[in-house]
Nanobody, 112 residues
Protein backbone atom coordinates (compact mmCIF):
# COMPACT_ATOMS: atom_id res chain seq x y z
CA UNK A 1 0.00 0.00 0.00
CA UNK A 2 1.34 3.40 -1.00
CA UNK A 3 1.30 5.56 2.10
CA UNK A 4 3.02 7.91 4.47
CA UNK A 5 2.32 7.51 8.18
CA UNK A 6 3.37 10.19 10.64
CA UNK A 7 3.92 9.65 14.34
CA UNK A 8 5.50 11.36 17.32
CA UNK A 9 3.17 14.28 17.85
CA UNK A 10 1.79 15.26 21.21
CA UNK A 11 1.54 17.92 23.89
CA UNK A 12 4.76 19.62 24.96
CA UNK A 13 5.60 22.67 27.03
CA UNK A 14 7.20 25.75 25.47
CA UNK A 15 10.92 25.19 25.13
CA UNK A 16 10.48 21.45 24.85
CA UNK A 17 11.33 19.03 22.07
CA UNK A 18 9.59 16.44 19.94
CA UNK A 19 10.74 14.19 17.14
CA UNK A 20 8.28 13.41 14.38
CA UNK A 21 8.67 10.35 12.21
CA UNK A 22 7.14 9.55 8.85
CA UNK A 23 7.24 5.98 7.63
CA UNK A 24 6.89 5.45 3.89
CA UNK A 25 5.72 2.33 2.12
CA UNK A 26 4.66 1.18 -1.31
CA UNK A 27 7.04 3.31 -3.34
CA UNK A 28 10.76 3.78 -3.85
CA UNK A 29 11.41 6.14 -0.99
CA UNK A 30 14.92 7.18 -1.95
CA UNK A 31 13.73 8.47 -5.32
CA UNK A 32 11.88 11.34 -3.73
CA UNK A 33 12.46 14.62 -2.02
CA UNK A 34 10.51 14.65 1.22
CA UNK A 35 8.78 17.56 2.90
CA UNK A 36 7.21 18.55 6.18
CA UNK A 37 4.25 20.89 6.00
CA UNK A 38 2.08 22.15 8.85
CA UNK A 39 -1.32 23.69 9.33
CA UNK A 40 -2.08 25.72 12.42
CA UNK A 41 -5.67 26.03 13.65
CA UNK A 42 -7.67 28.26 11.33
CA UNK A 43 -4.68 28.88 9.09
CA UNK A 44 -3.45 27.73 5.70
CA UNK A 45 -0.71 25.27 4.94
CA UNK A 46 2.85 26.31 5.76
CA UNK A 47 5.86 24.57 4.28
CA UNK A 48 8.33 23.75 7.06
CA UNK A 49 11.26 21.79 5.68
CA UNK A 50 12.56 19.73 2.78
CA UNK A 51 15.27 17.15 2.24
CA UNK A 52 16.65 15.74 -0.99
CA UNK A 53 16.82 12.09 -1.95
CA UNK A 54 20.13 11.29 -0.24
CA UNK A 55 19.72 13.71 2.65
CA UNK A 56 22.63 15.89 1.64
CA UNK A 57 20.54 19.02 1.09
CA UNK A 58 18.06 20.40 3.59
CA UNK A 59 15.93 23.52 3.62
CA UNK A 60 13.88 25.26 6.28
CA UNK A 61 11.28 27.96 6.62
CA UNK A 62 12.62 31.02 8.40
CA UNK A 63 10.13 30.41 11.20
CA UNK A 64 11.84 27.15 12.20
CA UNK A 65 15.43 27.64 11.07
CA UNK A 66 17.88 26.86 13.83
CA UNK A 67 15.27 25.00 15.88
CA UNK A 68 14.11 22.15 13.61
CA UNK A 69 16.21 19.53 11.85
CA UNK A 70 15.01 17.29 9.03
CA UNK A 71 16.72 13.99 8.33
CA UNK A 72 16.02 10.70 6.64
CA UNK A 73 17.03 7.08 6.87
CA UNK A 74 16.61 5.51 3.44
CA UNK A 75 17.29 2.04 4.83
CA UNK A 76 14.23 2.46 7.04
CA UNK A 77 12.14 4.42 4.52
CA UNK A 78 11.63 7.06 7.17
CA UNK A 79 11.95 10.84 7.36
CA UNK A 80 12.24 12.67 10.66
CA UNK A 81 11.69 16.15 11.99
CA UNK A 82 13.51 16.96 15.21
CA UNK A 83 11.85 19.97 16.79
CA UNK A 84 13.62 21.82 19.59
CA UNK A 85 12.87 25.04 21.47
CA UNK A 86 9.22 24.67 20.62
CA UNK A 87 6.96 27.71 20.78
CA UNK A 88 3.17 27.98 21.09
CA UNK A 89 3.10 29.21 17.50
CA UNK A 90 4.47 25.82 16.41
CA UNK A 91 1.11 24.28 17.37
CA UNK A 92 -0.25 22.65 14.23
CA UNK A 93 -1.00 19.44 12.43
CA UNK A 94 2.26 18.32 10.84
CA UNK A 95 2.17 16.43 7.54
CA UNK A 96 4.92 14.69 5.67
CA UNK A 97 4.67 14.57 1.91
CA UNK A 98 6.43 13.88 -1.32
CA UNK A 99 5.51 15.23 -4.74
CA UNK A 100 2.53 12.92 -5.05
CA UNK A 101 1.48 11.78 -1.61
CA UNK A 102 0.57 13.16 1.80
CA UNK A 103 0.32 11.50 5.17
CA UNK A 104 -2.64 11.85 7.50
CA UNK A 105 -0.86 14.24 9.82
CA UNK A 106 0.13 14.28 13.47
CA UNK A 107 -0.95 16.91 15.99
CA UNK A 108 1.67 18.95 17.81
CA UNK A 109 0.46 21.17 20.63
CA UNK A 110 2.85 23.49 22.45
CA UNK A 111 1.28 24.81 25.61
CA UNK A 112 1.98 25.23 29.29
Amino acid sequence: QVQLVESGGGLVQPGGSLRLSCAASGFTFNNYWMYWVRQAPGMGLEWVSAINQRGGSTYYADSVKGRFTISRDNAKNTVYLQMNSLKPEDTAVYYCANAALWGQGTQVTVSS
